[in-house]
Structures are given as C-alpha cells and as structure tokens.
C-alpha cells in the first residue's frame, strides 16, 4: 500500500533521489520548496520501496509523474505500480499522466513502457544531468489507455 509522504520524511527522500534529480534541483531547499508546492505530491510505497512524485498537477485534467526506486531493482513491481497508477488516476481525476525519461537511462525508459506509457517524442538537450545537457524522452498514458496496454 502507498501513503502521502509525510513532511519530516523530506529530507530522507531527498538523500535517496538526488542522483536522479537534474542539476537545477538538487539542493535540498529547492527540492523542499517543490516539494511543498501546490501542485506536487509524494506518495512513499510500502513494500515496493521507493516513491512517487507528481508535480505539476492539474486536478481534472493532468500531472507529471516521476518514479524512483530505492533498490532500483524494476523486476516484479510492475503490477503494484500499475495499482497505483491507476488509483492516481482515480483519486485526482485525471485523464493524462506523463513522465520525462533521460534517454541514457534506458532501464526507466523501458518501465515507463511496461507500464503502459507512450512515448511521445524527444525534448533533445532539454536538461542538465551530472553538468551534462541530457535528451529527455516524453512519455505520456491516456486514462482509457489504463487498462488497453
């Protein structure tokens, strides 16, 4: 089962996704002050060990969605993910979530995949990784898409 990310619990979080943030965001007070935006929300999983960010919502409409994984370990959590994907949906109302992938992490591009996202196109030198300009890969999932793919 999944829970909001409790406040105290920032910090920790922040340690542990750092290396997956871009440049531009991994200081702790600019990952805490999107953390604590309007339109962000950090769901922590139980026994999938790891987090799920969403930024940028638009309840009714749409969100960004960012997935990290402690372990990084991707082999049997397809179908709790896909659980929560799909409550998202439910709980917010939403009828697109989308993700931005570096195409270097070809690992997450393929999760992304698994989980029934499209990819949509590429934003080429679109963000800083470790101080180099990185392709971000679009991917996006339509709510009647939940179940289709």
Known sequence: MYRILAPELVKKTFEKIKKYLPDVIRDPETFA???????????EIGDFGGVFWLSNIVLGHKAVIHIVLWDDELKGRYIEAKDVVRDIFRLLNLQRLETL??????RACRYAEKLGFTLEGILRRFDRYDEQLADLAIYSLLKEELDAK
Do not use: E, G, I, Q
Request: no cysteine; proline share 6%.
């Open 101 to 106: 992938v570096p195409t270097l992490n070809k």
């Open 33 to 43: 002050a999107r953390y604590v935006a309007s339109s962000s929300m950090f769901f």
